[in-house]
Nanobody, 115 residues
Framework: QVQLVESGGGLVQPGGSLRLSCAAS????????MGWYRRAPGKERELVAT???????NYADVVKGRFTISRNNARNTVYLEMNSLEPADTAVYYCNMVQGLRNFWGQGTQVTVSS
């Protein structure tokens, strides 16, 4: 079993920045994909960004150029640096790990972009 704990959410003004962190613990293999998804009010959960254990990132088009995903394998942690935030980025952000055939999720952290 794997546990994922997110941190770093909060309230930020449009144009501002936030950095999310997700620490994984438990039975972690050396090869896995980690990532971030989000669910905005009234919408389905959507992909934000993922990163392989080798460090290859993948981004949703709506965040390309504004968000950067990274990971520290030694610390089993994934990060999401979010810049130029817009009100449309307001959502609960969930950390995800895909390991083998199993999918793990964190509890989520709220990000609110508002003036």
């Amino acid at each position: 079993q794997v546990q994922l704990v997110e941190s770093g959410g909060g309230l930020v003004q449009p144009g501002g920045s936030l950095r999310l962190s997700c620490a994984a613990s438990g039975s972690i293999f050396s090869i896995n994909d980690m990532g971030w998804y989000r669910r905005a009010p009234g919408k389905e959960r959507e992909l934000v960004a993922t990163i392989t254990s080798g460090g290859r990132p993948n981004y949703a088009d709506v965040v390309k150029g504004r968000f950067t995903i990274s990971r520290n394998n030694a610390r089993n942690t994934v990060y999401l640096e979010m810049n130029s935030l817009e009100p449309a980025d307001t959502a609960v952000y969930y950390c995800n790990m895909v390991q083998g055939l199993r999918n793990f999720w964190g509890q989520g952290t709220q990000v609110t972009v508002s003036s």
